[in-house]
């Protein structure tokens, strides 16, 4: 069956713009996951959802990043006023929903922030 | 907080080797230990899937162990391919209701035909 997907696979913005980068997880799968990556780093979690709401989002950097997932199934992880640091790897997760659950990975999504 | 440490960074080994990885991490109270495949350029793959209460868990020519008292896991490859060849990344969890990962930086494994 279909795996995880995300879009665009790349994303090239300027300093102090505003980006979404879309996930679109399992079909069935409850659980979806955001992670950061960055070159040379293994990822880092940001944000998770249990359904429509986010039940983690301990890992979130600052308040300029703000997830949603408003019919529990596709999620945008939204950026404002993009900065240079923010270039990474974005990558999405999701499984079925319990704790002991496999979680499935996307292709990621490459921001770059000039 | 959860900590995951990798060691080596880096592995090249000829074609036929069986080799081991290794993985720690800090807080013992884990649901599940992972560990992934990671392509140039691609996202990550799901290698095999350790619950706390398991001790191993093998496929094909992978096979994993956990010893979550002392903090460890270890990836053993047995005859090793090129197509081997990527970053191999360990990740686990928190417990205590924390769904999140936490990964370690991977080693990254060339295997000369």
């Known amino acids: 069956g279909a795996g995880v997907s995300q879009t665009p696979s790349n994303k090239v913005t300027e300093k102090g713009k505003y980006v979404e980068l879309r996930c679109d997880p399992i079909?069935?799968?409850?659980?979806l996951y955001w992670y950061r990556q960055s070159l040379g780093q293994g990822p880092e979690f940001l944000i998770y959802f249990q359904g429509t709401g986010a039940a983690d989002d301990s890992g979130l950097p600052n308040d300029r990043f703000f997830a949603v997932r408003p019919e529990g199934s596709v999620s945008t992880l939204k950026i404002q006023r993009t900065e240079r640091g923010d270039s990474a790897v974005y990558l999405c997760?999701?499984?079925?929903?319990?704790?002991?659950?496999?979680?499935?990975f996307g292709p990621g999504t490459r921001l770059t922030v000039l | 907080k959860q900590e995951v440490t990798q060691i080596p960074a880096a592995l090249s080994v000829p074609e036929g080797e069986n080799l081991v990885l290794n993985c720690s991490f800090t807080?013992?109270?884990?649901?599940?230990l992972q560990w992934f495949r990671q392509d140039p350029g691609k996202g990550l793959t799901s290698l095999l899937l350790i619950q706390s209460s398991q001790r191993e868990q093998t496929s094909g020519r992978l096979n994993a162990s956990l010893d979550k008292s002392s903090g460890r896991s270890t990836l053993y490859i047995a005859a090793s391919q090129p197509g081997d060849s990527a970053t191999y990344l360990c990740a686990a969890d928190s417990g205590a209701g924390s769904y999140q990962l936490t990964f370690g930086k991977g080693t990254k494994l060339s295997v000369i035909p």
């Open positions: 997760a999701s499984s079925p929903g319990q704790p002991t659950d496999t979680q499935y």
């Open positions: 807080d013992s109270a884990i649901y599940n």
């Open positions: 079909s069935g799968h409850t659980a």
